[in-house]
């Protein structure tokens, strides 16, 4: 697997990583004896990237890729790059969140995620979300003494604008940000990938296959009830019959090329920006191996724009979250 860098200072990780979110919530049921050994595969096909939050089933992802990291021992542990993130509180059974990002509720959210994940120090620690009653400098500077005190390595922030990236950096190198990216949320193409560039940040692309909706493989009206995409307003009504269409051209592009649309849509990501790090999310283990396989497949320049226009953002129908989801994002809707 092609590397790269978290970073002018971070770790170096696999070019694709591994979201590991619906493991836990959101998409329906889950297996964890399953999900651990989708883990497992990850690491022997050399994914090194496994991102968490505090917040994927309300504690629930970290401890179990904690419980991998344990039963793998140090090992296991040297071979991953343990990312996690703070800032959404959220109640049982709630999609309702609320934002924090007070120096003492980073504290304890940092103390709770090294228990869970039972590690002395987290690679790549995120705010998941901003709260506007904290200055970025403050919060930045919280998480600047936990590096001094080596609980965490490097800093990431999710979904901010480009002025909070550079108020940021100008605090404390910041090792990444991470926001949605995929061929249907060009938002990052309008600043934040130049901003990244030009500050020597990577950017790591969340929902790279639009939560499914790019691989051509699901059904928007067979969602399970617990389903958060069934509230999602690209996968439902009117909405996901015009985004149907964008996929079925995808999929037809993607066999003239002998690749399946997952592959071409993580594939895009890779090669139109040297810093873009993907982090498909899955619980299987052919998805899996699927997914790492596209760092193998090779666009000409032609090719990556032909995808740009396909995907125009113009033609895809819908926001990218249901309004409460828009908690604490700072870069463009979509
Ligand atoms: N920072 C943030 O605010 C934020 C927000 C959302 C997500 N994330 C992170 O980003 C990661 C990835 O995003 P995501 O999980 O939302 O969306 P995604 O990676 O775009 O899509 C995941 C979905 O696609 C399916 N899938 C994966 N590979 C496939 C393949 N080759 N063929 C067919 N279906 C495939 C998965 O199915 P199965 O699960 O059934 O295998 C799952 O339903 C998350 O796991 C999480 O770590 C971060």
Request: with cysteine.
């Amino acid at each position: 697997m092609q590397q790269r860098k978290l970073g002018a200072s971070g770790p170096v990780t696999s070019a694709i990583g591994l979201g590991c979110m619906g493991m836990s919530e959101f998409y329906g049921e889950s297996d964890d004896s399953a999900s651990l050994r989708t883990l497992a595969r990850a690491v022997e096909l050399g994914v090194s990237l496994f991102d968490t939050a505090d917040t994927y089933g309300l504690g629930h992802n970290e401890a179990l890729l904690g419980r991998f990291i344990a039963e793998g021992g140090p090992s296991r542990r040297q071979k991953m790059v343990v990312a996690t993130k703070f800032g959404i509180v959220r109640a049982q059974g709630q999609y309702e969140r609320r934002i924090d990002n007070s120096p003492a509720y980073i504290r304890s959210a940092c103390e709770d995620s090294l228990r869970r994940l039972g590690v002395d120090s987290i690679d790549l620690y995120y705010c998941h979300r901003r709260d506007p009653a904290v200055p970025v400098e403050e919060l930045v500077s919280t998480l600047s003494e936990l590096v001094r005190e080596g609980k965490i390595v490097s800093i990431g922030l999710s979904e901010v604008s480009v002025d909070t990236l550079r108020r940021a950096h100008a605090v404390h190198p910041v090792a990444a940000v991470q926001s949605e990216y995929s061929l249907w949320s060009r938002e990052p193409e309008q600043g934040m990938l130049q901003a990244c560039a030009e500050l020597g940040v990577a950017f790591v692309a969340y929902s790279p296959l639009g939560r499914a909706f790019l691989t051509g493989a699901m059904d928007a009206t067979q969602l399970e009830p617990g389903d958060f995409r069934r509230h999602n307003p690209r996968f439902v009504g009117e909405a996901a019959v015009q985004n149907q269409c964008l996929v079925q051209e995808l999929s037809d592009w993607a066999q003239r090329k002998g690749a399946s649309p997952s592959q071409v849509a993580l594939a895009w990501l890779l090669q139109k920006h040297g810093h873009v790090i993907p982090i498909p999310g899955t619980r299987r283990l052919s998805y899996l191996e699927s997914n790492v396989a596209a760092a193998d497949l090779v666009l000409s320049a032609p090719e990556l724009a032909q995808l740009d226009q396909l995907f125009d953002p113009a033609q895809v129908a819908g926001a990218r979250y249901p309004e409460a989801g828009f908690a604490g994002i700072e870069s463009q809707r979509g």
